[in-house]
């Protein structure tokens, strides 16, 4: 974790917290350490850049449990913020892309992230204008 770094808030989007719970306690557990230490803003070595989102805005952990593999998508796109979009078992057996179903929840979900992040914004705007 960077010296000095202020715990950023976590916001669950859409059901990707009951998603999450869904996955075995150990995943997670795991998951949950990886999200806390983005939070602190650290740049955990199991996160990588989710492919069709350039670059690395949306991010995902993958943990393999019991020969199942989970996927937990978030974004840092947003400044102070960490926004979980997305929690899913990789159900394919062949090939390692993400389907496009589940990338266009992640992209929807994305959208909604921008708009509450900017709800967020004009709020704490308004409370520092009026101290």
Do not use: C
């Not at 306690?25 to 650290?42: F, I, N, P």
């Amino acid at each position: 974790m960077k010296e000095g770094e202020t715990l950023k808030p976590l916001v669950w989007v859409g059901a990707s917290r009951r998603e999450l719970l869904d996955f075995p306690e150990e995943v997670v557990h795991a998951v949950g350490v990886v999200l806390l230490r983005v939070q602190y803003g650290d740049s955990p070595s199991a996160v990588k850049p989710l492919r069709g989102f350039g670059g690395a805005g949306v991010l995902e952990v993958i943990e393999d449990d019991d020969g199942s593999t989970y996927r937990t998508v978030y974004t840092v796109k947003f400044k102070g913020r960490v926004y979980v979009l997305h929690a899913f078992q990789k159900k394919s057996k062949h090939g390692i892309a993400t389907p496009k179903p589940v990338l266009d929840l992640i992209k929807q979900r994305l959208k909604w992230a921008q708009a509450l992040h900017a709800e967020w914004e004009q709020q704490n705007a308004k409370a520092h204008q009026s101290n």
